[in-house]
């Protein structure tokens, strides 16, 4: 079959269901026994609809479309009834199923940054699938890649057919995702959470493609996503699933309007809501930062001349005071991390950083090692933060070992026992491992780590990026909590507006590593004058603003 | 922290019922358990270390034993001295008593015979001490005389032995020889595995978590020491030392260290980089601390891994050693000792080269199903 014109219209009359999956089954076998993962799912794709599929994360959403595109892990299995345009795909071999998979139905994964194959040229990539599916020649295919490269709005198609994947920034990645999926024109398009990877003003542009691809070509659209925002912005109808079951299904405006369920209600109103009490005007400043500035040096190797600068930051001044939260955001690389590390001298860095009236600017590692007892930081990711070998205890405790070496075994397996009650987690699970814990949990062993020694300022560097947005909810609540009771001042580092509004008192945007603009959380909301900050702003209420009143 | 949380009590009930998490280690011993050539081959390595720990007790000889009698006899359940040894051994024992042995009757335990002497003069009794120096016979008594000493009645013990696994070529018992080489085989295994590990873990981590100059300085020692070629490395020892059972450990710890080296250099990069060890770094926790509590720990997977892969290699390279005659010295041996004088007598006697050969091979099996199976054991993908 050789792909149709591009631009022509959908072939199918719209309405008319193209993908049907019917009490589908998906088990994996675990060591510990059989589980569960998608629990007797049915629904339909209509030709020319978006569907999008809700939940959070362990929901079984991302599982089901896997299922259905045969890419489960060698453990799963998968029962039911899968058809595309009436024909039965589940249980064909692999074989088989390649008459379906990236011809009928296509697919883009949420990490652009992996799922292309870094030893292949752009072109190469995109002609792939010609080869394969479309028999064309190769001159064709890379005239096809051209086109598609175009049609996804690529810059310089032409040169680009020849880059590698890491010459791409990761929004014109996940574009070149799109245009591989879109190669064959598929009468489905799976997208699992393509956006979560990307800026914000990144994600509103992949959008938009999307949007238009899917007016171009009349293809439907399966969106798989947590993030209710998007889903209000590009779906016709939604799919709530929990635990591997559909709870509600309905017209994206009806299930926003109306919700049926108390899960779906639970969803929507899962922003983190509240304010926090800015602290007094008098209040003593704890960190004071003055013209900080970090860069790197790239070195070029033997050939290539002189030594190029990159300064991640440039320039920054901070005020934080006693009982006190900056937010700070930006988009990647503008180097807000890079400051919160600065601030920690966990980078080398010029400028001057004053901790309690003491210049840290002068001291070695050693000398810091007493200070660092009273600057701590959070990771953004909580997989990553703990380590894999040691207990929760032993991961709480390792910092009174350094600090206070003197105490007994049984007062530290007291204070680890303290500081778990203090997040809010049995202190019964101080013998358990890591990966036993849900990510929201895990975050909250990370905060407990950091609180057993007792700090002055804590950096929490994105801390609730990689969690649903229940679960960013209570982190929140749980840090404006652990604020008020301990008087402890934050830096908090993020790109979610919505969060940064709930604990945040003074807001400041960081582009190319300078402050584009600062100032009180109502300040900011009210007139942001840089675009960036406006496109945040937006893409941080969307959902609240047409969502019922939450 | 406040102080309103938390009373005793709360924490000696979570104490209690306080649950054992399971560890990283305990999932993978679980996937372990289920793979059948892995836990078959654990047996049979447990089995073979026991029978060459316990064995050489329990067979009867000694490893540097000779029985002249013996030499080549093939292995056999039955024991020896067979009935068609005995007359040729009787006859040649009679003919230093210079007397001719008659009516040969085996009774089990004793052989009961008559000896004629070839000469006029009657038996010296002492001369029966011949029997004695025989591997097959104990104490030979004279129970009668007749004919003035000329005709001896003579009752000697008979010495049953067994060769299960027959003898080599200077008359000494394989079955025990084969065990004590396995001990020397899987000591130098065991041993100079530890002694690379050791040293290839801490220099490998350290190199890859200082970074910089340090990491630059130790990876080219470990290039130098690379580029020796090995046989040269061991033949210069032994010049200088002389042959030495130590310097086997030296030699082959000294170079098999580095591959270790840098496969813990390698994970030590990737895992410098995750959060954990930033935060570690944040807390103020000491290099030496980040190294013993994150960095190392989080290597072992791959170390442990490459462990049960090194000790067939070491098993291998000392066998090459004492095959080339750098290795183990005489009456010591090894699995590659044995298997090298067995080769020499492939042609008359198969048995020397086969039974140290089925040890070794069944060795290295065992350790490489167990290699393949911790890898598969570790292997996160397959949670």
């Not at chain 1, 101080?430 to 814990?437: I, L, S, T, V």
């Not at chain 1, 300022?457 to 801390?463: A, S």
């Not at chain 2, 001490?129 to 104490?139: A, D, K, Q």
């Amino acid at each position: 079959m050789a792909a149709a014109d591009l631009n022509a219209p959908a072939p199918q009359p719209a309405g008319v269901p193209v993908l049907a999956i019917r009490d589908l089954d998906v088990r994996f076998r675990t060591g510990d026994g059989e589980l569960r993962a998608v629990k007797g799912v049915s629904f339909d794709v209509a030709a020319g609809e978006t569907l999008a599929i809700v939940g959070e994360s362990g929901s079984g959403k991302s599982q089901t479309m896997m299922a259905v595109m045969g890419l489960l892990a060698a453990n799963g299995a998968a029962t039911g009834s899968v058809t595309v345009g009436g024909e039965e795909i589940l249980g064909l071999s692999p074989r088989q199923l390649n008459r379906f998979r990236g011809r009928r139905l296509g697919m883009i994964f949420q990490e652009p940054m992996t799922s292309l194959d870094p030893l292949y040229r752009i072109g190469d990539q995109l002609a792939e699938p010609l080869l394969a599916h479309a028999g064309m020649s190769r001159k064709e295919a890379r005239a096809r890649a051209l086109e598609l490269l175009t049609l996804v709005g690529i810059p310089r198609p032409a040169e680009r057919l020849d880059s590698y994947p890491h010459e791409l920034s990761g929004g014109q990645r996940q574009r070149v995702m799109i245009a591989m999926a879109l190669a064959n024109r598929p009468e489905v398009l799976i997208a699992d959470e393509p956006t979560t990877a990307l800026d914000v003003t990144i994600q509103a542009q992949v959008l938009d493609l999307l949007a238009d691809l899917k007016r171009r070509f009349g293809m439907a659209i399966v969106f798989i996503t947590h993030d209710l925002g998007i889903v209000r912005r590009i779906a016709d109808r939604v799919v709530v699933m929990k635990s591997g079951q559909i709870v509600e299904t309905g017209r994206t405006e009806e299930v926003f309007a109306a919700p049926r369920e108390a899960y779906t209600r639970m969803l929507l109103a899962a922003e983190p809501t509240g304010r926090k009490e800015p602290p007094p005007a008098d209040a003593p400043p704890v960190v004071e930062a003055r013209d900080v500035r970090v860069s790197f040096n790239l070195r070029k190797g033997w050939f290539g001349g002189g030594d190029r600068e990159l300064v991640a930051v440039d320039g920054v001044d901070l005020l934080l005071r006693r009982g006190g939260t900056i937010g700070i955001v930006g988009e990647s690389g503008s180097g807000k991390s890079t400051l919160g590390r600065a601030v920690l001298r966990l980078v080398p860095s010029s400028g001057t950083v004053r901790f309690e009236d003491r210049d840290l600017t002068s001291l070695d590692r050693s000398a810091m090692r007493p200070v660092r007892r009273r600057m701590q930081l959070v990771f953004q990711d909580p997989f990553g933060s703990l380590s894999p070998r040691m207990t929760v205890g032993e991961i709480i405790t390792e910092g009174l070992l350094v600090h206070e070496p003197a105490i007994t075994r049984a007062e530290r397996n007291r204070r680890a026992a303290q500081a778990l009650e203090e997040v809010s987690l049995d202190p019964a699970s101080r013998n358990r491992f890591p990966h036993e814990f849900s990510g929201g949990q895990r975050q909250r062993i990370a905060i407990a780590r950091t609180m057993i020694l007792k700090p002055a300022v804590v950096v929490l560097d994105e801390p609730t990026s990689a969690l649903d947005r229940s679960v960013q909810k209570e982190i929140v609540e749980l840090l404006r909590d652990l604020q008020r009771r301990h008087g402890l001042s934050y830096l908090f580092i993020s790109h979610d507006l919505a969060v940064v509004r709930a604990i945040a008192d003074e807001i400041i945007v960081m582009k190319s590593g300078k402050v584009v603009e600062r100032g009180t959380v109502d300040g900011i909301f009210r007139d942001a004058h840089e675009p960036y900050t406006q496109a945040l702003i937006a893409a941080a209420f969307l959902s609240k603003e047409a969502g019922p009143a939450a | 922290m406040s102080e309103v949380s938390t009373p005793d009590t709360l924490l000696e009930a979570a104490s209690v019922a306080s649950p054992k998490g399971r560890s990283l280690w305990a999932d993978a011993r679980g996937r372990l358990a289920r793979n059948r050539a892995a836990v078959a081959s654990i047996v049979v390595l447990c089995c073979i270390a026991v029978a060459c720990l316990v064995g050489p007790y329990l067979t009867g000889h000694g490893y540097d034993q000779v029985y002249q009698n013996y030499v080549r006899v093939p292995a056999s359940f039955a024991s020896y001295p067979t009935a068609e040894q005995l007359p040729p051994a009787v006859d040649r024992i009679a003919s230093r008593i210079r007397a001719k042995a008659e009516g040969l009757t085996d009774t089990g335990p004793t052989l009961r015979l008559t000896l004629t002497s070839t000469t006029t003069r009657p038996i010296d009794e002492r001369l029966l001490v011949y029997f004695e120096r025989s591997n097959l016979f104990g104490r030979a008594v004279a129970t009668g005389k007749e004919d003035e000493g000329r005709r001896l009645l003579v009752e000697a013990p008979v010495n049953r032995h067994h060769f299960w696994f027959g003898t080599d070529s200077n008359g000494r018992d394989l079955l025990t020889r084969t065990l004590i080489a396995g001990r020397v085989s899987l000591a130098i295994g065991v041993l100079a595995t530890t002694v690379a590990i050791l040293i290839g873990v801490l220099w490998g981590s350290t190199a890859g978590y200082l970074g910089g100059r340090v990491d630059l300085v130790m990876m080219r020692v470990v290039d130098v020491l690379y580029s020796l070629p090995f046989i040269f490395f061991v033949i210069l020892l032994v010049v200088f030392f002389g042959r030495n059972f130590v310097l086997m450990f030296i030699a082959v710890g000294a170079v098999e260290w580095l591959d270790m080296a840098r496969i813990v250099r390698g994970q030590t990069l990737s895992i410098k980089r995750q959060e954990y060890v930033q935060a570690a770094e944040a807390m103020g926790v000491s290099t030496r601390g980040i190294l013993t509590r994150h960095v190392i720990p989080n290597t072992l997977g791959p170390v442990v891994v490459y462990m049960t892969l090194l000790v067939p290699k070491v098993i291998l390279l000392e066998s090459f050693l004492s095959f080339l005659g750098l290795g183990v010295q005489e009456p010591m041996t090894s699995w590659g000792v044995l298997i090298s004088e067995g080769a020499k007598s492939i042609q008359g006697s198969a048995w020397m080269l086969v039974w140290p050969s089925v040890f070794l091979t069944g060795t290295l099996f065992c350790l490489n199903f167990i290699g393949d199976g911790l890898r598969d054991a570790l292997d996160p993908k397959d949670r």
